[in-house]
């Protein structure tokens, strides 16, 4: 863990939960991360079973925090999975949860807010506020990390969705191939396991496939290539559905650049509809927007919804 503030700060404990890594950090109001730490998630066979990490690593960045003499004013924290417009989880895709994580943090910040938000929507908010996005009047934003996301800004503000849903991108069909959607043929964890299956040699992960592909492993080259051709066709249908002034990519493998990024923006610009489409940019903070949005949506959430995240 790293650090660096001067005593008397304010500071929201932020958490981006992930699916291979969970990451905190001590956030300041103008989103300057003090202090950051992360842990594997994977734990008993699982994907931070029962949240246990989670709170865990929240735990040890408010003794931080208190060691520091800054002041925690909140939690706010960024998941992997559908989340509804009151902060509840929806849903068990990637996560090992049981009980809602808000509850089980607000027992760290008694009298303060706990704010739990989509992953991909808190790195929507991070690079409309510091980031990619910011000054655009609209923007998609896609996460490309383990799993694959997105979300839509408009004006500064994220579209959540009737029911919190609207980031599923990665559950568009891709036709003709295995898996059919687009996260389990495109994302992290989908490139991992087709070169797998193809090759029936294991990898940890997609940079695993990255480094083959740059050595000159045929078949990580075409997984790598493949997965980018359909992650650019999805980014044209989304235009046309949307229009958005710019896509910003983001997460821990869209931000790497390399083969599979040339191959997004070749079929990206083979499928688009129109002259003058969008462009695409790398998000900004890199792989920590997730981290500095979960932040964001604490400090920024508002004062009367706050009341209701309150225990006492």
Known sequence: MSAASDAGARVVVALDVGGTTLSGGLVAEDGVVLCAAERPAARDGGRDPGLHGTVALARELSVRAQDMGAEVVGIGAGFPEYVSQVGTLTSRDVIGWDEQPAGLLAPLVPGRPVVVESDVRCGALAEARTGSGRGLGSFLYVSLGTGLSAAFVQDGRVWAGQRGEALGLGTWPVHGVLPPDLEGYASGSGIAARYSAVTGSAVAGAR???????????????????????????????????????????????????????????????????????????????????????ALAAWEHPADARESHRVA
């Open 208 to 294: 695993a496939v990255v480094a083959r592909a740059e050595a000159g492993d045929a078949a990580a080259f075409d997984v790598l290539s493949t997965a980018g051709g359909a992650l650019g066709t999805a980014l044209a249908w989304a235009v046309a559905l949307l229009d958005p002034a710019a896509i910003v990519l983001g997460g821990g493998l869209g931000t790497v650049g390399g083969l599979l990024d040339e191959s997004m923006r070749t079929a990206y610009a083979a499928h688009a509809r129109r002259r003058g489409r969008p462009p695409v940019r790398r998000a900004e903070l890199g792989a920590r927007s997730g981290l500095v949005g979960a």
